[in-house]
C-alpha cells in the first residue's frame, strides 16, 4: 500500500432479512382470497346464490337450506381444511382462520377492556364490551364462546360479542375459559362458573346491575351457560336472570337422530363432535349432567331460557330436548329453529343476510328479558 494511502476498514454488512415461512405467505394469501370470496358471494341475489349450489343437498327432513349457506359451504370446501385431523393446536389455527374469514369488519360504536378474573386454575382472562354510550348500570350477558371447549377465543368470537353489544346495548363479558385437551373436564365448566360469579360481586365496580346479568353461549358454550344456569340455581343463588342457548351440547352420552341426517357436509360434522367429545371428556362418564345438561335429575326453578337450533345441526335434536325439558319443568322457555341455518351461523352476522334476521330476533329476545325489569322498577 502506497505510503499516505488508507484503506478503509468499515465492513459493510448485508441487511439480515426475515425469515420467511412460505406457508405463512400462501395462508395468508388463501385468506385474504376466502375474505374477499365470502363478502362479493354474501352480496348476490338468493337466485343466483341457489344456483352455484347446485349438486349440494339442499333439502333434507323437510327443511331447506338458505341458498347463501349452501354457497358458503361449497366455499368452504374449496378453501377449507377439516381440522379434526389435526392436533389441537393446528386446530386451533384453522378455526380461527376460518371465524375470521366470516367476521366482516368490526362495527363501531363499541369499547373493550381487557379483564382478568381469579380462577380456580389461575387467571381467566376476558373482555368487557361496552356501547360507547354505555349507561351505568347496565344489564350484562356473560358469553362463552363455542369452538367443542377445544377451539375457539376471544378473538373467534369477537365480531359477534360487538354485535351483541352494539344491537342490545348491554355489557358483554365473553369469557376465554380454559381449554381440553390440556385443561379437561371439568375445567371449562368451572372457569365458566367463576367468572358469572365474578361479574355478580364485581357488578357495581364494572357498571352492571346483578338482579340482570344473563348466561349465553353457542354449542359448547350454550353446554357451559345452561350448565352454570343449573349450578348456581340449585346452590341457591345468585342465578343468572335469563340463559340463552345458541344450538347447544346438552347430551355427550348419545347421538340422536340428526346426528344421522347431518353427519357430514353442514359445517359441524359427527367427526367433529367425536373428536370434541374424546379431547374433552376422554373416559370419563358421559351422562354426568355437568357435561350433559339434558340428562339433570330436576330442572325447575331454573331462570327462564331462549334456545336456539340450527334446521341444518346434528345438534339440533339435543338442543330442542332441552328446551322441551325446560318447558315441561315450568321454567318459561322460547325454541326458535332457524330451518335454513348450519351450526356457526352466529359467527357470519355481520356479512350474511340469513344470519343477521336470526341473530336480530336473538338481540330482541335478550332485550326484551333484561329490560323489563328495569321497566317494571321505572313504572312502579
Known amino acids: 500500500m502506497p505510503a499516505g494511502e488508507h484503506r ?27 375474505r374477499g370470496a365470502v363478502r362479493l358471494l354474501a352480496a348476490l341475489p338468493a337466485p343466483v346464490q341457489r344456483f352455484l349450489t347446485t349438486g349440494r343437498k339442499t333439502h333434507v327432513d323437510g327443511l331447506d337450506l338458505e341458498p347463501e349457506v349452501g354457497l358458503s359451504l361449497r366455499l368452504l370446501d374449496f378453501f377449507g381444511d377439516s381440522f379434526e385431523s389435526h392436533p389441537p393446536e393446528e386446530a386451533r389455527r384453522i378455526v380461527r382462520e376460518e371465524a375470521l374469514t366470516f367476521a366482516g369488519r368490526p362495527l363501531p360504536g363499541v369499547v373493550v377492556e381487557e379483564v382478568e378474573i381469579p380462577g380456580p386454575g389461575g387467571k381467566i382472562l376476558a373482555r368487557l364490551y361496552k356501547p360507547a354510550k354505555f349507561s351505568a348500570p347496565s344489564p350484562l350477558v356473560v358469553y362463552y364462546h363455542g369452538g367443542g371447549w377445544v377451539v375457539c377465543d376471544l378473538d373467534t368470537h369477537d365480531a359477534f360479542c360487538r ?55 353457542d354449542s359448547a358454550g350454550g353446554n357451559l351457560a345452561a350448565t352454570v344456569a343449573q349450578q348456581t340455581t340449585a346452590a341457591g343463588g345468585p342465578s343468572p336472570a335469563y340463559q340463552v342457548l345458541i344450538y347447544p351440547v346438552t347430551d355427550l352420552s348419545t347421538k340422536t337422530r340428526s346426528y344421522e341426517l347431518f353427519a357430514d357436509g353442514y359445517f359441524l360434522t359427527e367427526a367433529q363432535m367425536d373428536w370434541y367429545r374424546a379431547h374433552y371428556i376422554g373416559d370419563a362418564d358421559g351422562t354426568d349432567p355437568r357435561c350433559s345438561p339434558l340428562l339433570a335429575d330436576d330442572l325447575t326453578g331454573l331462570p327462564p331460557a331462549y334456545v336456539t337450533t340450527a334446521g341444518f345441526d346434528v345438534l339440533r335434536d339435543e338442543g330442542e330436548a332441552y328446551a322441551a325439558r325446560l318447558e315441561a319443568a315450568g321454567v318459561p322457555t ?5 330451518d335454513g341455518l348450519v351450526h356457526g351461523w352466529i359467527n357470519a352476522v355481520s356479512i350474511g343476510r340469513s344470519p343477521r334476521r336470526a341473530g336480530d330476533e336473538l338481540v330482541e329476545a335478550i332485550r326484551d328479558a333484561l329490560d323489563r325489569p328495569a321497566r317494571a322498577e321505572s313504572a312502579s
Open 8 to 34: 478503509d476498514q468499515t465492513t459493510i454488512r448485508e441487511p439480515k432479512l426475515p425469515s420467511i415461512d412460505p406457508a405463512d405467505v400462501i395462508r395468508n394469501l388463501t385468506g385474504t382470497a376466502t
Open 163 to 217: 354485535f351483541l353489544t352494539g344491537e342490545t346495548r348491554f355489557a358483554v363479558l365473553s369469557v376465554a375459559y380454559r381449554l381440553a385437551p390440556e385443561n379437561p373436564f371439568p375445567a371449562a365448566l368451572d372457569d365458566a362458573a367463576a367468572a358469572f360469579r365474578w361479574a355478580v360481586d364485581e357488578a357495581e365496580a364494572i357498571g352492571v346491575d346483578p338482579a340482570r346479568i344473563a348466561v349465553a353461549g
Open 334 to 338: 322460547t325454541l326458535r329453529r332457524h
